[in-house]
């Protein structure tokens, strides 16, 4: 399932674009209470008008009608992703965290935290994995609820994040280069949904499968994360660091199901 429906889509566009209720409600043909229903729960009683309302709020129409015809990405081949595992924790909304790690020499890295730590540490313990990295993607709750916990457990492990506040040892520098074994990290900021947002990029060596992008909430299958007051720095940061990327690089995004840049640039009506 998408972590927003149509109806959560055209709110983000339209808080991104500064519109009124009353003026989406007018360029979609609803009348106010039945566009407010529509972005609360995705569904219209009578047929909306989505190449209007797109225009007004600056989506892709064909895109954002795509999405509203239930619209999901294509499950990514994870080919050589043998290493890689999704947990989602949930309380009351779920998030995604990731654990990566090279087959050979066991070093793992961890990508958020999600609510709960527990399930991390146990597929760690369960693979024998030795935990060498502990990287953040933003510091909203829900990303890092599980910290304390997995520092506690792993004390070596060693903290990256794009916080400002952050002690400099643990900040991500743009020139970053860090091995995992045969894996290679590197980063590359996207703030915009939060200010220290980063997407840290994971490679193989040698090059034989394409690359993992952890992206946080810049983007999701279809949507973006929610970036009123900043959408045009998180569109051109999205853009320019992630879009750009080859078509089958993977995104592992902090909400939602896993895709590709190939499926986001065809189907993602924000972009
Ligand atoms: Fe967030």
């Known amino acids: 399932m998408l972590e927003d429906h149509v109806g959560d889509v055209v709110r983000k566009g339209r808080l991104h674009a500064g519109v009124a209720v009353e003026a989406a409600a007018a360029a979609a043909g609803l009348p106010v209470d039945e566009y407010e229903a529509f972005e609360a729960n995705g569904k219209a009683t009578r047929p909306c008008q989505f190449g209007p309302l797109a225009a007004l709020l600056g989506l892709n ?29 949930t309380a009351g909304m779920s998030v995604n965290a990731y654990l990566v790690w090279d087959e050979v020499t066991r070093d ?110 810049a983007i999701f299958a279809g949507s973006m994360g929610g970036a009123a007051g900043n959408a045009a720095l998180a569109k051109e940061k999205i853009v320019q660091q992630i879009l750009s ?7 592992c995004p902090g909400h939602g199901p896993l895709t590709t840049v190939a499926e986001e640039k065809a189907n993602n009506p924000f972009f």
């Open 245 to 251: 990327l080859p078509p089958a690089t993977l995104i």
């Open 61 to 89: 129409p064909a895109k954002l009608e795509r999405i509203a015809a239930g619209w999901t990405p294509a499950p990514p081949d994870l080919g050589r992703w043998r290493e890689l595992r999704v947990v989602t924790t």
């Open 108 to 217: 793992a890295a961890v990508f958020d935290t999600g609510f709960d730590a527990a399930p991390l540490i146990q597929l760690i313990e369960e693979n024998g994995l030795l935990l060498r990295y502990l990287f953040l993607t933003h510091g909203h709750a829900d990303h890092v609820a599980g910290l304390a916990t997995l520092r506690a457990r792993y004390p070596k492990a060693r903290l990256r994040s794009s916080a400002k506040s952050a002690p400099p040892d643990q900040r991500n520098r743009p020139n970053d280069f860090l091995m995992l074994g045969s894996l290679r990290i590197t980063n590359r900021d996207t703030p915009g949904h939060a200010e220290d947002g980063v997407t840290y990029l994971v490679g193989t060596w040698p090059e034989d499968a394409p690359h993992v992008a952890f992206v946080g909430d």
